[in-house]
């Protein structure tokens, strides 16, 4: 894409967007569950405020401590259900032991 009078770092600024361009057309499988992600990363950072706060403030009261822990650990199960949903392939993929009931002998 390089034109005449057109500098070497212009030209490799351009092949580098081009590139990148290429990579986010190709890699679409992130925006499938993109809304719903940032609906459980703003549940998980309210949550973990919440338990942190709760930490803090029920220092000698255990229930409420209990409770803030509890919290957490909410949290931190909600972060893990949006990690999944980033992980790529995931539901496409066929178990293992499947393919090999399938073959004759």
């Known amino acids: 894409m390089k034109t005449e009078g057109q500098k070497p770092e212009d030209a490799a600024a351009e092949a580098f967007l081009e590139k990148e361009r290429k990579r986010l057309y ?26 942190m706060i709760g930490v803090l403030v029920f220092k000698s009261e255990s229930f409420w401590l209990t409770i803030s822990y509890a919290v957490g650990i909410v949290a931190v199960l909600v972060k893990m259900v949006e990690v999944m949903l980033r992980m790529p392939g995931i539901k496409k993929q066929e178990p293992r032991y499947k393919s090999r009931l399938r073959t004759k002998r």
């Open 26 to 51: 190709e890699n679409k499988t992130d925006d499938n569950h993109l809304f719903l992600r940032n609906i459980l990363n703003s549940i998980f950072i309210i949550l973990a405020i919440l338990a």
